[in-house]
């Protein structure tokens, strides 16, 4: 089953999606910065749900100026298979009924072979200075 969790009750299923986000985490957000964001509402978070949690992926919405985005980057789990297509169709619900016009996803270039219906446009490079 796949649900986006309502902001109020993230602290239920926190413990259970804390550790699979953690493993995707960078140098640019801690857990901590996570759960602020999904309390505050800033950061949304879908679940696959089969007896227990089996992925998490937080959605962020962007406003550029000439377009709004459903953004997701961060995600983790098991079981890829079993959720992915799924928790893309929900998420691409969300955007929708929010008026977004797209849908992006940052992450690592495995990525691309996994993502059906998206294309890839730009890499995204960083470099400390």
């Known amino acids: 089953m796949i649900l986006k969790v309502p902001q ?42 089969n007896k227990k949690v089996e992925c998490a992926v937080v959605t962020e919405v962007a406003q550029y100026p000439q377009k709004k985005i459903c953004r997701y980057f961060l995600a983790g789990g098991n079981n890829l298979n079993n959720w992915l297509e799924p928790i893309q169709t929900e998420i691409e619900k969300f955007a929708k009924f929010n008026n977004c016009q797209a849908v992006e996803v940052a992450g690592r270039k495995g990525w691309a072979r996994k993502l059906k219906g998206y294309e890839q446009k730009i890499y995204l490079f960083n470099k400390e200075i």
């Open 8 to 49: 109020e009750d993230i602290h239920l299923v926190w413990n259970e999606t804390e550790p699979l986000l953690k493993k995707a985490l960078d140098d640019c957000y801690t857990a901590d910065d996570i759960l602020k964001g999904l309390i505050n509402n800033s950061f949304q978070l879908f679940i696959s749900w």
